[in-house]
T-cell receptor
Framework: GQSLEQPSEVTAVEGAIVQINCTYQ??????LSWYQQHDGGAPTFLSY????GLEETGRFSSFLSRSDSYGYLLLQELQMKDSASYFC??????????FGTGTRLQVFP | DTAVSQTPKYLVTQMGNDKSIKCEQN?????MYWYKQDSKKFLKIMFS???????INETVPNRFSPKSPDKAHLNLHINSLELGDSAVYFC???????????FGPGTRLLVL
């Protein structure tokens, strides 16, 4: 089967850095994606890692370690608008994207 | 210039009714999906179509029937609605692999 674990909630202040971890168990692993979802909104794609290492896109970075079945999303220079739920998701040879349970990030002024 | 659109946005109905949700994408993607997001925000794949062909059917009750008239449209018909069907249903599309998906705004279904 496939399973993912991520923290249920993270809090931080504006301007800070926060890391959201994700561990996964899956066979036929292709890669790890990250999605952002604001309350009442739709999930939006943030990043995808298929290879080990860090991918940077502006204030957001995503990391993958295939040998550790682990990844994280790093958010820098936090802004109030970053308050949202963040989902890690694994893709595999099943042609499906399996989502984690989501991490609710609350950014305080 | 909406990428993935769904109608209706809200749906309130009685138990036992039959309802449909429509989805359209203008991104030229070959693959489309239906997801159900419950009150705990758990996002679960229901169906996937590639160029009008069903490729994923995730042990969903057969009261749910997807239909893809062409690769830009994927509709979801639900028969005999139950209280447990209340959720947000998202349509999504992807250009290739499942890793990068573009979601519609969601349909909030409430069954009374």
């Amino acid at each position: 089967g496939q399973s993912l674990e991520q923290p249920s909630e993270v809090t931080a202040v504006e301007g800070a850095i926060v890391q959201i971890n994700c561990t996964y168990q899956t066979s036929g692993f292709y890669g790890l994606s990250w999605y952002q979802q604001h309350d009442g909104g739709a999930p939006t794609f943030l990043s995808y890692n298929a290879l080990d290492g860090l991918e940077e896109t502006g204030r957001f970075s995503s990391f993958l370690s295939r040998s550790d079945s682990y990844g994280y999303l790093l958010l820098q220079e936090l802004q109030m608008k970053d308050s949202a739920s963040y989902f890690c998701a694994v893709s595999s040879n099943t042609d499906k994207l399996i989502f984690g349970t989501g991490t609710r990030l609350q950014v305080f002024p | 210039d909406t990428a993935v659109s769904q109608t209706p946005k809200y749906l309130v109905t009685q138990m036992g009714n039959d309802k449909s949700i429509k989805c359209e994408q203008n991104l030229g993607h070959d693959t489309m999906y239906w997801y159900k997001q419950d009150s705990k925000k758990f996002l679960k794949i229901m169906f996937s179509y590639n160029n009008k062909e069903l490729i994923i059917n995730e042990t969903v009750p057969n009261r749910f029937s997807p239909k893809s008239p062409d690769k830009a449209h994927l509709n979801l018909h639900i028969n005999s609605l139950e209280l447990g069907d209340s959720a947000v249903y998202f349509c999504a599309s992807s250009p290739g692999g499942a890793e990068t998906q573009y979601f519609g705004p969601g349909t909030r279904l409430l069954v009374l």
